[in-house]
């Protein structure tokens, strides 16, 4: 399986498409076993959902996230997991153990003021 976290140096992004990076990790029975950093190539309507399908990821993982953004992430049968924190190794490795869920946060405003993890 593979995940991908949004990231800003080291820790879940509060918005992913707003992200420095995106963090993926190869993992396989519930273990780590590759990772990557790979740039985020900008914040288009739509774009992001159909890159990081492209890259064969299962789940995406972020602090917030817009509802147009998760919709298309879930047409392409991608996990979304919304409301994460913290370290993104630390988070994977909680998701993998069952103990990360999504909180259902949804960015509504573009502007994402207070709405997306902290923003």
Sequence with gaps: M???VASENGKVCGHFGHCESFMIFDTENGEIKSNEA???PGH????LPNFLNDKGINVIISGGMGGKAIELFNGHNIEVIVGATGD???ATLSFLKGDL???GS????H?????????
């Excluded at 288009?44 to 774009?47: L, R």
């Excluded at 949804?106 to 405003?109: I, K, N, R, Y």
């Excluded at 502007?111 to 923003?119: D, I, P, V």
């Design 2 to 4: 593979k995940i991908a």
């Design 44 to 47: 288009k309507p739509g774009f």
């Design 101 to 103: 869920k999504s909180t």
């Design 88 to 90: 993104v190794k630390e």
């Design 38 to 40: 790979i740039e985020n």
């Design 106 to 109: 949804v960015c509504h405003e």
């Design 111 to 119: 502007a994402h003021s207070g709405e997306c993890g902290g923003h």
